[in-house]
């Protein structure tokens, strides 16, 4: 095997194929994370520390205990997790062609009210404060939660003391059952108050244990519904403070907030007495914890320079009073003498910071990712690096939840950690990685074990001197054929490998012959087929002339292999409402003719020649087309639609020309003409919540798998663009995009105006992406485990073989693997994924990713090498799919129930010995329990009450085919405050927590989907006159979606920032500026995700408690 060899990188194969990932023709191409590709690299020094040189290639880890990040004095080992990489998303396009921007898109009449995104419900009793931060992050390791930080900084006149637990400003949503002991974080004694859970007393209306929160319970523990009561002041145990905090030099890097590590003893209550007296509340409110900042721990300055305050922007004064949920009293809590009226707040800065294990995996990334190590986790996704393939594939290709499986289905099953792998097939890379090789092995086709049909890869072991080859994923032996013959050396190795990508790379291409063609046939090229809605909302909101004239240039960047050539795609045209119009474009034709279908029954497509057409050839009579049909049906009164026949004229068209192709569709309403696929508004909210839920994710009408299946069965990709101003049943509209490989973009109130931007670079860079058609996807696996089961969007007719009319640059699939066998940790695992595809140009090839892990025979070295992030990815695609058949809630509960059983089980089996009361996390899923509630707060599993059903089944189509960073960013979406904007480095991102904004700063927030620019309401007036050219924040226009552009350092970097991250999403993100206290600031807080949502979604710190909680339970 070869999947440990160190190879020199010099491409010894000749050119790669230039076909993906070439800049080429103004194709979207990858964009690095932060601005500006690539990172230079620091100078190589030898094996980056990070990953773990000493790790003999083949060998297993050592079993010892894995990192930990737990709440205890003893300062835990501090490991070099690897992490996963950068992501691979494509940029956006570059404005290839004008923006079809002129005076008569925008009708006059008054566009609709509402937001487009209308995830938010409508109120919220939330206000925001404006919160004074915390200057560290991180206390000493084996400092109290309770008394982190040493204010040095605080006006004599603070009630807080050097020994004052932090304040945090959440009410916890649940209450634990009486009995409940102290999280994690607070080891030692539980607390006094009858077991109350999380520390603070719940509220009166709360139910014990009752997670998550009613809704009812949550707002009642709103603060400004709330009488602010002067709780007297309250005391520390002392047990929590066991002496004066330690040198802060002992913290490790790894520990992630911690408790004061009391041994297990008496569980009494805390004493009284004590020197933790804690001051009043409101006396804290106004001058302690919340409204001072506190400075940088002495000794401590944050891990790396200059960046010691991840997540703490610029203290401001505090000018609002801030309403404490802490203050609710506590039924309790108050039948104790008031000394005893403790309760245990948990620092936010005590708990594991995303922010701070994504900085601190940048920190160490100094080099290339080198693949060849087997099991080596590569750098997290956040993280910018260059990848160099040298034997398994690039982390952009395939990342997996572990990268040390265990060795038997008792020890999966024990220990509940999802053995998946997250492969996106046709990903670009970044310019300076070289796309797959591509090769031809002639007439004979690729290489191939005789029993299991793997691929040619570098797993495969040559033996009796060269003239056979054991596979290593079923162990038959092979004949090497004589044209492939090659001697070996003395090592046993084919002395050719280096020349061959087949032998030596994780990643490439074959060629592949007749034999892989459908009917033995060498595939026509594809053709694409735009199908535009002409009914009277289309054309009123101006879309059907945006979309026209944007064709006309866009035409000329179709796909091609090779940037100097034309594209081979050919091209269609199709209007409709409730009948279908199709167009002869046929070069001859001095104009385009027009024929129409309006008995759509049994669709059928009235012309062969002319319909589908060469863009050059037939340039005059397309543009003549595209210009003529805005005027043709200016005056339509048509408010109905057709939407099955539509899809059924593509892939009629697509048959009668024997190709596959992509079909643009572009559509505005509920199809309720009379017509096969006629749907009925089905909408109903009173079923939100109850067992008939799950009906609302499901397509309506059987009548749209079996198009899905037929589209598949011809490679006929569709994409879907809805432009809806009501509800459209996406859940039933997507099925056929969702089967066939192809997205689904959603433009809801579609304004021309403020929305046309968004739409034609989603459009420019969806018809102008890599894409591959027709294709089957096939994982093989070593004996021992298999693929079982799969996330994406595509189709599978049997149980094994993925099939995708279309897969683009973008789309991921999510595999999920179970144990048939016992595993080795000699020979670790092994899979290989094929793809079969047809090119752009109409080539047929396969493309070969091989991925090796480790395996283990104890549970240690499993959590030691997982991925937090890809097992996010496959928790999330799970669960989303899990709510077509089962209630939100149960999938809520199943979630929550799978976490908690992986962290006990580490906690049982690998963790140190020590005392109940704490928490304790594996290193690399440390952040676990914080994605984990921010996927159980997402709009598919608790909406807001202003999250419509087609918004849900949006999401829940779009997730299923993300890659890890994009779930990643989506689920814990990125805040960048902006300051020290001149400087070529990004800021440092902060937590997604309101506590974390300043309101004299200005901050930038990433979804994937959404870009937000929040104001705070006392920004400094310079700030901005650079990014709005206004001195007053009353003046800024909060309807504007593009920034000002300015002749000041300030603007210009904050404008590349914003096209920076744009570039990196395969989506265009809107800007949307928010105002402090603007309605708009709703939506804003939505993201927010660390905190309580206004859907009743727990705050991080609540539902880390909960989490605790869980755990405890399962381990007693
Ligand atoms: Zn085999």
Known sequence: MNVNQHTPMAPPYGQPQPSYGQPGYGQPTYAPLDSGYPAPYAPHNGPASAYHPGIPPQAPPPSSQPPTSHYSAQPQPSYSQSHPPASSAPSQLPPSSAPAGSQQYYPSSAPPSQQPISSLPPTSQQRFVSPGQPQHTFPPSSTSYAGPAPPPTQPASTPVTQTQPPFHPHQPPFSSAPGGQPPAFTTGPPPPAQGSFPPQAPPPSSQPGSFPPPSSVSSGQYPSSMPPPQQPPQSQPPTYHPGPPPPQAQMPPTSIGQSNHQPPGPQGPPSPTGPLQQPPLQQGMQTGAFGQPRSPQPGYGGPYQGQPNYGAPAPTPQAQKRLDPDAIPSPQASDMPPVQKSRHRIDPDAIPSPIQVIEDDKAKTTEPFTTGVRGQAPPLVTTNFQVKD?????????????????????????????????????????????????????????????????????????????????????????????????????????????????????????????????????????????????????????????????????????????????????????????????????????????????????????????????????????????????????????????????????????????????????????????????????????????????????????????????????????????????????????????????????????????????????????????????????????????????????????????????????????????????????????????????????????????????????????????????????????????????????????????????????????????????????????????????????????????????????????????????????????????????????????????????????????????????????????LLLNIFGTPSFGQIDSSMTSLPVLENPISQRLREIIDSFRAQRSRYMKLILVKQEDRAELMFKHFLVEDKSASGGASYVDFLCHMHKEIRQLLS
Request: some cysteine; hydrophobic content about 40%.
């Open 390 to 1022: 040298q034997g398994n594939a690039s982390p952009r290709f395939v990342r997996c939840t572990a990268y040390n499986m265990p060795c038997t289905a008792d020890m999966a099953k024990q220990s509940q950690v999802p053995l998946a792998a997250v492969i996106k097939p046709l990903a670009i890379l970044p310019p300076d990685e070289t796309p797959p090789y591509l090769v031809d092995h002639g007439e004979g086709g690729p290489i191939r074990c005789n029993r299991c049909k793997a691929y040619m890869c570098p797993y495969m072991q040559f033996i009796e001197g060269g003239r056979r080859f054991q596979c290593s994923f079923c162990s038959c032996v092979t004949e090497v054929p004589p044209h492939y013959f090659q001697h070996l050396d003395h090592t046993g190795r084919r002395v050719d490998c280096y020349d061959r990508p087949e032998l030596s790379l994780g990643s490439y291409e074959f060629l592949a012959t007749v034999d892989y063609c459908k009917n033995n046939k060498i595939p026509q090229p594809p053709a694409y087929i735009f199908l535009i809605d002409v009914s009277y909302n289309a054309v009123k909101s101006g879309l059907v002339s945006i979309i026209c004239q944007e064709l006309k240039s866009l035409l000329d960047h179709l796909p091609r292999e090779n940037p100097e050539m034309d594209s081979v795609i050919r091209v269609g045209f199709v209007t409709y409402n409730k009948v279908l119009h199709f167009y002869n474009v046929k070069s001859s034709l001095a104009q385009p003719q027009m024929l129409v279908v309006s008995d759509v029954s049994d669709m059928f497509v009235p012309l062969l020649d002319g319909f589908l057409v060469n863009v050059n050839d037939s340039r005059q009579v397309i543009e003549s087309l595209l210009d003529q049909i805005p005027e043709m049906f200016a005056d339509t009164r048509e408010t109905e639609t057709v939407f099955g026949p539509v899809i059924q004229a593509g892939l009629e068209a697509l048959k009668a020309a024997d190709c596959a192709g992509k079909l643009f569709v572009f559509h505005t309403s509920l199809p309720i003409a009379e017509a096969p696929g006629k749907l009925k508004n089905r909408e109903d909210k009173k079923l939100i919540g109850t067992d008939k839920e799950k009906s609302l994710f499901q397509p309506q009408a059987g009548f749209y798998n079996n198009l899905a299946k037929e589209c598949v069965t011809q490679g006929c990709c569709v994409d879907l663009f809805l432009f809806p101003n009501q509800y459209v049943d996406v859940a039933t509209l997507g099925v056929v995009p969702v089967s066939t490989g192809g997205s689904v973009y959603k433009y809801t109130y579609f304004q021309a105006e403020s929305d046309q931007e968004r739409f034609l670079n989603d459009l420019r860079r969806d018809v102008q992406k890599p894409v591959g058609f027709d294709a089957v996807m096939r994982v093989r696996t070593s004996t021992g485990i298999r693929a079982t089961d799969f996330f994406g969007s595509f189709f599978m007719n049997n149980t094994t073989d993925v099939e995708l009319a279309g897969l683009d640059c973008d789309k991921a699939i999510t595999v999920e693997f179970k144990h048939d066998d016992k595993l080795s940790e000699e020979t670790g695992a092994l899979m290989q994924c094929a793809v079969l595809y047809t090119s752009c140009s109409g080539q047929r090839r396969l493309r070969i990713h091989n991925m090796a892990v480790n395996c283990c025979s104890q549970l240690a070295d499993l959590y030691r090498n997982c991925e937090t992030d890809t097992i996010i990815n496959f928790l999330s695609k799970y669960a989303f799919r899990g709510v077509l058949n089962n209630p939100t809630k149960a999938v809520r509960d199943t979630l929550v129930n799978q976490c908690a059983q992986i962290l006990a089980c580490y906690r049982k089996n690998c963790a140190s010995p020590s005392s109940a009361g704490q928490l304790i996390l594996p290193e690399c899923m440390k952040l676990l329990p914080v994605y984990l509630n921010c996927v159980l707060k997402s709009d598919v599993l608790l909406p807001g009450a202003d999250v419509s059903l087609d918004d849900r089944a949006y999401l829940r189509q779009l997730i299923s085919c993300m890659d890890v960073a994009e779930t990643h960013v989506f689920f814990y979406p990125r805040l960048l405050p902006l300051v020290k904007l001149e400087s070529g480095a990004l800021p440092v991102a902060v937590r997604d927590s309101e506590e974390r904004l300043s309101k004299g700063g200005v901050y930038l927030l990433e979804t994937g989907l959404h870009l937000f620019l929040w104001v705070g309401a006392s920004v400094q007036q310079e």
